[in-house]
């Protein structure tokens, strides 16, 4: 990071301190996750704490102060020279205070004692409820042990607010800063499905696709998905969070994938469908044009002149036109709208808020329970599909036939970007692809 990215964080901060009057908002980093005995998982920042500070040791936690004199106040791991001989590079308070930018930083050793003294005589904490059963711990432990002082004239903050709701609505809207980001890790899967599709062909096993996506990733320099990577053959396409990738592909199967990097902590999420063999079959064209139809209409509802809702009505309606032209779906369209018949062949929605985390902090409805008007900045993903599994009532050719087309999409001040353009998805584009 540049110095410039440091004050995109501390602007955040500030951002923070300006929404929540005296209070002090303490946000907990998450915690190491052991896999087995004395190895970890990858270690991975809380996306609220990485948001407000940028800083991903763990061991760590922000305190944000509003008032009068607002500051900021990290805490994370003193420096420890065997440690690093073992583990790699510690900040220690005093360089993270200096390179984040915060206004203190102390060992994380002194989080009780500190938090008594800072959030005594404030009147509300704001803090992620809920988060873990540590944090939700460490928040009624401050209070107990405040409330016990009240004798010696010690002030115990009177209201607890879920801080989601301010951060929710200022992780909703991308910055610059951001959206660079997000372009260019949707950029990388790209690639990365492109390279899959290049290399896909029958007999190989799902899981060979997955390593030349993970290759294309690392080849970058990502260090991890944004989620685990879908590689679905065949049938395995209609199950939606099928993440075995082991079965061997056979000549004829559709094969759909979905995947996404993280760059920065940004995540992509695509899914791409494709024949084994490189070309479509008749009845798959006919399906896959079905869903690359509803993903078009839902994508000509993204922009600021559209509720949230509106895309995932469009694509909705155009599928239900497509179930029932197959005969999939009996009765008007209206009924299988109402009695949600569509429901066995397409039951997800058609996307979701898409920024540091894969299903994005921010709420859907506005507080008077409306559907949410899309504004520049918010980034989501487009990602109608179909879904048939093998039922004594459809015709034994629909069987198995899973596709999904998904996209990340920018809303823009002119309608929307699709920042994931850069792999095909007409059938042309993606034969072309697979024949060269
Ligand atoms: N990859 C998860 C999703 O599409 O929502
Ligand atoms: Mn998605
Ligand atoms: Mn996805």
């Not at 002090?24 to 990858?42: G, K, L, M």
């Not at 109402?338 to 058609?350: I, S």
Request: proline letters at 3%; aromatic letters at 12%.
């Amino acid at each position: 990071m540049n110095q410039k990215n440091y004050q995109e964080f501390k602007k955040r901060r500030t951002a923070l301190t300006e929404k929540i009057g005296d209070g002090v908002a303490v946000i907990f980093n998450a915690h190491e996750a052991i896999r087995n005995r004395d190895s970890h998982y990858p270690y991975r920042s809380d996306s609220y704490f990485y948001y407000f500070s940028g800083f991903s040791e763990p061991q760590s936690a922000l305190f944000i102060l509003g008032g009068k004199s607002p500051k900021t106040i990290l805490f994370c791991r003193n420096k420890n020279s065997e440690m690093e001989i073992w583990n790699g590079f510690i900040y220690g308070p005093k360089e993270a205070k200096e390179v984040f930018l915060f206004d203190e930083a102390y060992d994380i050793n002194l989080l009780d004692e500190i938090a008594l003294k800072e959030i005594s005589g404030r009147e509300k904490i704001y803090y992620r409820i809920g988060q873990n059963t540590f944090s939700d711990q460490k928040i009624n432990d401050w209070i107990k042990a405040l409330r016990e002082k009240t004798r010696a004239g010690v002030q115990t903050p009177q209201l607890i607010e879920d801080i989601s709701h301010i951060a929710d609505e200022m992780r909703l809207i991308k910055s610059d800063f951001e959206i660079d980001i997000m372009k260019r890790s949707a950029k990388i899967a790209s690639l990365a499905h492109n390279r899959a599709m290049k290399f896909a062909k029958p007999q190989i096993y799902e899981y060979e696709l997955e390593a030349e996506i993970v290759h294309e990733f690392m080849s970058h320099g990502i260090r991890a998905p944004a989620y685990q990577s879908i590689v679905a053959s065949g049938k395995n396409a209609c199950t939606l969070h099928y993440v075995d990738n082991n079965s061997k592909i056979q000549d004829g199967d559709l094969i759909l994938i979905d995947a996404g990097c993280e760059l920065d902590s940004y995540a992509s999420d695509i899914s791409r469908t494709f024949p084994a063999n490189g070309k479509f079959s008749k009845i798959q064209k006919d399906f896959y044009q079905l869903v690359l139809e509803a993903q078009s209409v839902a994508l000509s509802k993204v922009s600021s002149n559209h509720h949230w809702n509106e895309p995932h009505e469009a694509a909705l309606s155009v599928l239900i036109d497509g179930f029932k032209d197959f005969g999939l779906c009996q009765g008007s369209h209206q009924e299988i709208y109402e009695t949600g018949a569509y429901k066995e062949f397409y039951m997800h929605r058609t996307g979701h808020w898409l920024g540091l985390d894969v299903h994005d902090a921010g709420d859907y409805k506005t507080i008077a329970k409306e559907w949410k008007q899309l504004q520049p900045g918010m980034t989501l993903t487009v990602e109608p599909g179909c879904y048939i599994r093998p039922s004594p009532n459809i015709p034994e050719e629909f069987w198995n036939i899973g596709i999904r087309i998904e996209d990340d999409v920018l809303v823009t001040h002119h309608g929307h970007e699709v920042l994931t353009k850069d792999s095909p998805k007409t059938i042309e584009s993606i034969e072309a692809l697979m024949a060269k």
